[in-house]
């Protein structure tokens, strides 16, 4: 892609918006591992916008993902570049565990579900192979593993590890397998149906900020059972799931020289109406 289609590429909040999804103020307070929160019926994205991918550290990530175990979102940073090159548009990448596409990807994605092909790993770019589909031409064809791999140039092994989805294959492989197949045979990557999902409860982080902050060691009062996930890089201070009562909470714990708190509760009200949660602050708490 040309560098003037590149800038031409809408920016993640036109697309989302143009999709229909329902988005959070910009997080900008103080420094947030996302910067928005976004919905759309039961799909709820998290994501960051950082030109170049190296910026997003190891501390982004354990937080993104953090949040979006407990919301069940899904992380997704988007990105245009490495410090040496462009990213590869139609293609997934990863940094630290959270997704990472390039804004025409996330465009394609999102407004024409159309979802990529190709997986960016050490050494390499990767395909995800369909293992139903190969397995049940190549029997139509009439060929056994050890003649399709022949002619594939690859080893029985590796065929049979594609045939039973244990591995991935490599671009030129993959192209191989369409021209000897003559069907698609590449699975394309949703990842909003791959994302994890699963909750954790931060128990040690947790006890740290109920010592550190009487306003929190209240609230915890109030709900005895309930898990707890503290973050720092984010609106809020807090998440709190209250099984017993079918209720989500986030709020933020104000300091006493803390400049941007009036821009922060703005921000925790907005992202609370899209995580469907209830906000709190120590400056407002009555709302509880």
């Not at 579900?113 to 397995?135: C, F, H, K, M, S």
């Not at 714990?253 to 821009?263: F, H, L, N, P, T």
Request: proline share 4%.
């Amino acid at each position: 892609m040309s560098r003037e289609e590149r800038e031409s590429a809408k920016s993640p909040e036109e697309v989302l918006k143009e999709a229909g999804f329902r988005i959070s103020e910009r997080c900008c307070a103080r420094p947030s591992c996302f910067d928005y929160a976004a919905r759309k019926g039961k799909r709820l994205i998290l994501f960051k916008f950082q030109p170049e991918i190296n910026g997003f550290s190891p501390e982004d990530s354990q937080e993104l993902e953090a949040i979006s175990r407990v919301v069940s979102g899904v992380s997704l940073l988007i990105s245009k570049k490495t410090r040496e090159k462009f990213l590869e548009d139609d293609t997934v990448y990863t940094r630290y565990n959270v997704w990472a596409v390039t804004p025409r990807t996330f465009e394609n994605m999102i407004l024409r579900n159309t979802y990529p092909l190709i997986q960016a790993g050490p050494g390499g770019y990767y395909v995800e192979i369909d293992a139903v589909a190969i397995r049940r031409r190549r029997q139509e064809l009439g060929l056994s593993v050890g003649e399709m791999a022949e002619m594939i140039g690859i080893s029985r092994r590796t065929l049979y590890g594609y045939e039973r989805g244990m591995a991935k294959a490599s671009v030129t492989v993959a192209y191989n397998l369409i021209y000897t197949l003559g069907i698609p045979v590449a699975k394309p990557i949703n990842i909003f149906e791959t994302a994890r999902v699963q909750r954790k409860c931060f128990l040690l982080r947790a006890k740290r900020a109920i010592v550190k902050h009487k306003f929190l060691h209240k609230i915890l009062k109030r709900f005895t059972r309930c898990n707890v996930t503290t973050v720092r890089k984010a609106p809020f201070d807090f998440i709190l799931d209250v099984p017993e009562e079918e209720m989500r909470v986030i709020g933020g714990v104000a300091g006493s020289k803390e400049r941007e708190i009036d821009r922060r509760v703005d921000e925790i009200i907005s992202v609370s109406k899209i995580l469907k949660a209830r906000p709190i602050c120590d400056e407002w708490a009555e709302t509880l």
